[in-house]
T-cell receptor, first 117, second 116 residues
Framework: AQTVTQSQPEMSVQEAETVTLSCTYD???????LFWYKQPPSRQMILVIR??????QNATENRFSVNFQKAAKSFSLKISDSQLGDAAMYFC??????????????FGKGTKLSVKP | NAGVTQTPKFQVLKTGQSMTLQCAQD?????MSWYRQDPGMGLRLIHY???????DQGEVPNGYNVSRSTTEDFPLRLLSAAPSQTSVYFC???????????????FGSGTRLTVV
């Protein structure tokens, strides 16, 4: 079964600095998606960034970028120029690129990010 | 606004009571699912549906029941609430992944349920 592991329950970063959140996953499949979701105190789940396993180029969305290492099954999120609004719980998630039950999202346990002014 | 609508946002139940969490989406998504979120546990899949009339169990289905009579609605029923079901519940939907294209999940705003 696929699993997603986030080894950092909490992280802290100074405003305007850079922080990297770690995520590893376990799968025997080759065709899948990886995601980072942000959950602020409002509880809303917000998609931050998405990576397709077949794309070697790391995804980037403004200040957010990933380091996708397929062989190592690692998918870290880098937040540059951290802002107070980045403070939230961040979840790493995995989804097979197949239909039916195989398309379910599998989440890690989350990393709580604090941003210090 | 288009999206996933969950009701209620907050609920307190007594042990043994039953209730239904409502979830509706207006995006014509085939795939709908229910997750529960507990501190330190991430989001865990309860039940999911790949289309009207089709449902299946996820990782933590015990104590919950679902049905999918229409594409739009996917209610989650607690038959006899227990304190262990105190959690935040999320409904999510997406287009089917059968065609190998992921256009992302849309999540509802969550329901905080407390069972006393």
């Amino acid at each position: 079964a696929q699993t997603v592991t986030q080894s950092q329950p909490e992280m802290s970063v100074q405003e305007a600095e850079t922080v990297t959140l770690s995520c590893t996953y376990d799968t025997s499949e080759s065709d899948y998606y990886l995601f980072w979701y942000k959950q602020p105190p409002s509880r809303q789940m917000i998609l931050v960034i998405r990576q397709e396993a077949y794309k070697q180029q790391n995804a980037t969305e403004n200040r957010f970028s990933v380091n996708f290492q397929k062989a190592a099954k690692s998918f870290s999120l880098k937040i540059s120029d951290s802002q107070l609004g980045d403070a939230a719980m961040y979840f790493c998630a995995y989804r097979l690129n197949y239909g039916g039950s195989q398309g379910n999202l599998i989440f890690g346990k989350g990393t709580k990010l604090s941003v210090k002014p | 606004n288009a999206g996933v609508t969950q009701t209620p946002k907050f609920q307190v139940l007594k042990t043994g009571q039953s209730m239904t969490l409502q979830c509706a989406q207006d995006m014509n998504h085939e795939y709908m699912s229910w997750y529960r979120q507990d501190p330190g546990m991430g989001l865990r899949l309860i039940h999911y549906s790949v289309g009207a009339g089709i449902t299946d169990q996820g990782e933590v289905p015990n104590g919950y029941n679902v049905s999918r009579s229409t594409t739009e609605d996917f209610p989650l029923r607690l038959l006899s609430a227990a304190p262990s079901q105190t959690s935040v519940y999320f409904c999510a939907s997406s287009y089917s992944t059968y065609f190998g294209v992921d256009v992302g999940y849309t999540f509802g705003s969550g329901t905080r349920l407390t069972v006393v």
